[in-house]
Nanobody, 118 residues
Framework: QVQLVESGGGLVQPGGSLRLSCSAS????????MAWYRQAPGNQRELAAT???????HYADSTKGRVTITRDNAKNTVYLQMDSLKPEDTGVYYC????????????WGQGTQDTVSS
Protein backbone atom coordinates (compact mmCIF):
# COMPACT_ATOMS: atom_id res chain seq x y z
CA GLN A 1 0.00 0.00 0.00
CA VAL A 2 1.18 3.50 -0.84
CA GLN A 3 -0.02 6.70 0.74
CA LEU A 4 0.54 10.28 -0.43
CA VAL A 5 -0.13 13.03 2.07
CA GLU A 6 -0.41 16.63 0.92
CA SER A 7 -0.15 19.79 2.96
CA GLY A 8 0.26 23.52 2.57
CA GLY A 9 -2.98 24.59 0.93
CA GLY A 10 -5.16 27.41 2.14
CA LEU A 11 -6.53 30.87 1.53
CA VAL A 12 -4.27 33.56 0.13
CA GLN A 13 -4.77 36.99 -1.35
CA PRO A 14 -3.98 37.71 -5.01
CA GLY A 15 -0.27 38.24 -5.44
CA GLY A 16 0.50 36.04 -2.48
CA SER A 17 2.37 32.75 -2.25
CA LEU A 18 1.74 29.18 -1.19
CA ARG A 19 4.04 26.20 -0.82
CA LEU A 20 2.54 22.76 -1.20
CA SER A 21 4.23 19.56 -0.19
CA CYS A 22 3.39 15.92 -0.79
CA SER A 23 5.11 13.02 0.92
CA ALA A 24 4.88 9.36 0.01
CA SER A 25 5.09 6.37 2.27
CA UNK A 26 4.45 2.68 1.88
CA UNK A 27 5.66 -0.20 -0.20
CA UNK A 28 7.75 0.88 -3.19
CA UNK A 29 11.40 0.84 -4.23
CA UNK A 30 11.63 4.26 -5.81
CA UNK A 31 9.60 7.13 -7.16
CA UNK A 32 10.08 8.11 -10.77
CA UNK A 33 8.31 11.22 -12.05
CA MET A 34 6.47 13.43 -9.59
CA ALA A 35 3.78 15.85 -10.68
CA TRP A 36 1.24 18.37 -9.49
CA TYR A 37 -2.17 18.68 -11.09
CA ARG A 38 -4.88 21.16 -10.34
CA GLN A 39 -8.62 21.16 -10.81
CA ALA A 40 -10.47 24.45 -10.88
CA PRO A 41 -14.17 24.49 -10.00
CA GLY A 42 -16.19 23.07 -12.88
CA ASN A 43 -13.08 22.16 -14.88
CA GLN A 44 -11.17 19.01 -15.60
CA ARG A 45 -7.99 18.18 -13.76
CA GLU A 46 -4.99 19.62 -15.60
CA LEU A 47 -1.25 19.27 -15.30
CA ALA A 48 0.56 22.07 -13.48
CA ALA A 49 4.15 20.81 -13.35
CA THR A 50 6.30 17.69 -13.42
CA UNK A 51 9.77 16.77 -12.23
CA UNK A 52 11.78 13.66 -13.07
CA UNK A 53 13.89 11.75 -10.61
CA UNK A 54 16.92 13.47 -12.07
CA UNK A 55 15.40 16.90 -11.58
CA UNK A 56 14.23 17.83 -15.06
CA UNK A 57 11.13 19.97 -14.88
CA HIS A 58 8.20 20.80 -17.12
CA TYR A 59 5.56 23.46 -16.54
CA ALA A 60 2.18 24.10 -18.04
CA ASP A 61 1.89 27.40 -19.88
CA SER A 62 -0.61 28.61 -17.29
CA THR A 63 1.86 28.17 -14.45
CA LYS A 64 5.20 28.83 -16.12
CA GLY A 65 7.16 31.60 -14.45
CA ARG A 66 5.02 31.62 -11.33
CA VAL A 67 5.52 28.15 -9.89
CA THR A 68 8.56 26.06 -9.06
CA ILE A 69 8.46 22.30 -8.58
CA THR A 70 11.22 20.63 -6.57
CA ARG A 71 11.71 17.26 -4.94
CA ASP A 72 13.66 15.61 -2.16
CA ASN A 73 14.30 12.01 -3.14
CA ALA A 74 15.58 11.08 0.31
CA LYS A 75 12.27 12.20 1.83
CA ASN A 76 10.06 10.95 -1.03
CA THR A 77 8.59 14.43 -1.13
CA VAL A 78 7.64 16.85 -3.87
CA TYR A 79 7.05 20.57 -3.40
CA LEU A 80 5.24 23.23 -5.39
CA GLN A 81 6.14 26.83 -4.68
CA MET A 82 3.50 29.13 -6.11
CA ASP A 83 4.06 32.89 -6.29
CA SER A 84 2.15 35.84 -7.72
CA LEU A 85 -1.03 33.87 -7.29
CA LYS A 86 -4.13 34.84 -9.23
CA PRO A 87 -7.80 34.09 -8.53
CA GLU A 88 -7.76 31.67 -11.47
CA ASP A 89 -5.20 29.57 -9.59
CA THR A 90 -7.98 28.60 -7.19
CA GLY A 91 -8.69 24.90 -7.14
CA VAL A 92 -7.81 21.56 -5.67
CA TYR A 93 -4.18 20.58 -6.15
CA TYR A 94 -3.24 16.91 -6.41
CA CYS A 95 0.17 15.30 -6.36
CA UNK A 96 0.91 12.27 -8.51
CA UNK A 97 3.90 9.97 -8.30
CA UNK A 98 5.13 7.22 -10.56
CA UNK A 99 6.22 4.18 -8.60
CA UNK A 100 8.93 1.58 -9.19
CA UNK A 101 8.99 -1.70 -7.36
CA UNK A 102 5.41 -1.52 -6.19
CA UNK A 103 2.16 -3.28 -6.89
CA UNK A 104 0.93 0.10 -8.08
CA UNK A 105 2.35 1.97 -11.06
CA UNK A 106 1.38 5.35 -9.63
CA UNK A 107 -0.30 6.94 -6.65
CA TRP A 108 -2.32 10.12 -6.10
CA GLY A 109 -2.67 12.42 -3.15
CA GLN A 110 -6.04 13.27 -1.65
CA GLY A 111 -5.94 16.85 -2.88
CA THR A 112 -5.49 20.15 -1.10
CA GLN A 113 -7.72 23.18 -1.59
CA ASP A 114 -6.06 26.43 -2.57
CA THR A 115 -8.17 29.56 -2.72
CA VAL A 116 -6.88 32.86 -4.06
CA SER A 117 -9.26 35.62 -3.11
CA SER A 118 -9.28 39.07 -1.59
Amino acid sequence: QVQLVESGGGLVQPGGSLRLSCSASGSFSAITTMAWYRQAPGNQRELAATITRGGSTHYADSTKGRVTITRDNAKNTVYLQMDSLKPEDTGVYYCDMGLFGSRLSEAWGQGTQDTVSS
